[in-house]
T-cell receptor
Framework: AQKVTQAQTEISVVEKEDVTLDCVYETRDTTYYLFWYKQPPSGELVFLIR??????QNEISGRYSWNFQKSTSSFNFTITASQVVDSAVYFCALDQAGTALIFGKGTTLSVSS | KAGVTQTPRYLIKTRGQQVTLSCSPISGHRSVSWYQQTPGQGLQFLFEYFSETQRNKGNFPGRFSGRQFSNSRSEMNVSTLELGDSALYLC?????????????FGPGTRLTVL
């Protein structure tokens, strides 16, 4: 069975703190895709990053970075020097065989000034 | 390039009624997927349409149905509404160009069932 677990329900930080959002996934397939989406209060899911199962290269994009480790089935997301505008719900998702996205329950990030 | 649009944005219905939600995908995208988001169950996949055919279906009762038109626009219908159908319904479009299945989401339709 495919499953995505985001153990952190809510995280509160003060502006400029670094924050890491955890994601653990389960799948039996060798080919799959992992995603992070951001959902601001407006409700629209905003795509952040995609990784396929063959690409374990970690990436940094501005204040965002991602750590993909197949050995531990984890795909963590870090925001460096958080800002109030980063406040949102963040979802990790798994796409296996191009069927449907399986989402974690989401982590609500609150950044205060 | 225009994004995914969903209409209406907000809807209030009463139990027993039926409702139709509409989604217009990004131009050129032939795949439309629907998701239901509730506080309790989170984001759950309803179904996907590709070239007017239902390609995948999630674990929802038959009261939930959909269709896709030749211009790729999709509608979702929920009959005999129940209180538990209150949710944010999100539509996502994809070009379905393998190997990626990057889905772009619309703003959602917030349905309240009274």
């Amino acid at each position: 069975a495919q499953k995505v677990t985001q153990a952190q329900t809510e995280i509160s930080v003060v502006e400029k703190e670094d924050v890491t959002l955890d994601c653990v996934y389960e799948t039996r397939d060798t080919t799959y895709y992992l995603f992070w989406y951001k959902q601001p209060p407006s409700g629209e899911l905003v795509f952040l990053i995609r990784r396929n199962s063959f690409d374990e290269q970690n990436e940094i994009s501005g204040r965002y970075s991602w750590n993909f480790q197949k050995s531990t089935s984890s795909f963590n997301f870090t925001i460096t020097a958080s800002q109030v505008v980063d406040s949102a719900v963040y979802f990790c998702a798994l796409d296996q065989a191009g069927t449907a996205l399986i989402f974690g329950k989401g982590t609500t990030l609150s950044v205060s000034s | 390039k225009a994004g995914v649009t969903q209409t209406p944005r907000y809807l209030i219905k009463t139990r027993g009624q039926q409702v139709t939600l509409s989604c217009s995908p990004i131009s050129g995208h032939r795949s439309v997927s629907w998701y239901q988001q509730t506080p309790g169950q989170g984001l759950q996949f309803l179904f996907e349409y590709f070239s007017e055919t239902q390609r995948n279906k999630g674990n929802f009762p038959g009261r939930f149905s959909g269709r896709q038109f030749s211009n790729s626009r999709s509608e979702m219908n929920v009959s005999t509404l129940e209180l538990g159908d209150s949710a944010l319904y999100l539509c996502a479009s994809s070009s379905r160009r393998e190997p990626y299945n990057e889905q772009f989401f619309g703003p959602g339709t917030r349905l309240t069932v009274l």
